[in-house]
Structures are given as structure tokens and as C-alpha cells.
């Protein structure tokens, strides 16, 4: 029969295991959402290296705010059902390209886009006046 003291010391050994299994987990997830803030502050302002595989063209679309068509002719794709959902892994398959050269192709589609269509910048407009403004001046009183 095992006694206590060898039971307490094979439970130390599994809590410790499992304590160092818990560290490494988190360390990674702590690495991965560093690792995803970064591509997420990439993407918003506008870096096309943050492009993915696992990405479909009409989320391209939104996050780099260039339309779907464009997107779609510039890998000679009709713009139908059969590639809406598909992953840029899957329109790659079915183009015979690797991954990579349709990401550079969406890139510089991207890329030329911005160039032809620079975006707007909106100029504050003058605050409207009230009605009261738009009347001349009050004359002044004088004394009597």
C-alpha cells in the first residue's frame, strides 16, 4: 500500500504540472492577442501587410474600404456566389496561384486603389448662425 507521504508528494508533482501547464497557456495567449492588437492597429490605418489567408474578399472589402468588384477584377474573378464566401486559401486553390501571389495582387489593388481614389477629407463647415445674428447691429443708446 502507498503511503500518505508518497500520495501528497505524486499530488504536489500533478498540481505543479498542471500550474506550469496554465503558465504556458497564458503566455501564449498573452503573445497572441498582443500579436492580433498589432495586425488590428495595422489594418485600421490602412497597412496591406496585415492582408491574411484566411480572409475573404469581402471582408478585404470593408476593412480596407475598397469595393468588392474592384478587388474581384483585379484577380480576373467574376464577381458571382461560387468565390463570395471563399477564403483567399480557397481562391487560390481553385486559380492554381499560391496564397501568396494573390495576397501581393489584392495588395496592389489595394495600393492602386488609394492612389486613384484618395480618400475624402472633410473640412469643417462654419457653425450656421442663429437668426439673431444675421441682423445688423442693435443701434446704441445715447444718453438723453
Not at 502507498?2 to 505543479?16: Q, Y
Not at 497564458?26 to 489594418?43: C, K
Amino acid at each position: 500500500m502507498v503511503s500518505e507521504r508518497v500520495k501528497f508528494g505524486i499530488l504536489c508533482v500533478l498540481l505543479l504540472l498542471a500550474l506550469g501547464c496554465v503558465a504556458f497557456t497564458a503566455a501564449n495567449t498573452v503573445q497572441a492577442m498582443r500579436e492580433l492588437q498589432r495586425q488590428y492597429s495595422g489594418a485600421k490605418a490602412g497597412d496591406v501587410s496585415t492582408v491574411r489567408p484566411w480572409m475573404t474578399i469581402r471582408a478585404i472589402s470593408h476593412v480596407y474600404h475598397v469595393p468588392e468588384s474592384y478587388l474581384y477584377r483585379s484577380l480576373d474573378i467574376a464577381s458571382d456566389d461560387a468565390f463570395h464566401h471563399a477564403t483567399l486559401y480557397e481562391i487560390a486553390s481553385r486559380k492554381r496561384r499560391t496564397v501568396e501571389q494573390i495576397i501581393r495582387t489584392l495588395q496592389y489593388a489595394i495600393l492602386t486603389y488609394r492612389k486613384e481614389h484618395p480618400p475624402h477629407i472633410a473640412t469643417p463647415t462654419p457653425k450656421p448662425r442663429s437668426p439673431k445674428e444675421h441682423l445688423s447691429p442693435t443701434p446704441r443708446r445715447t444718453k438723453d
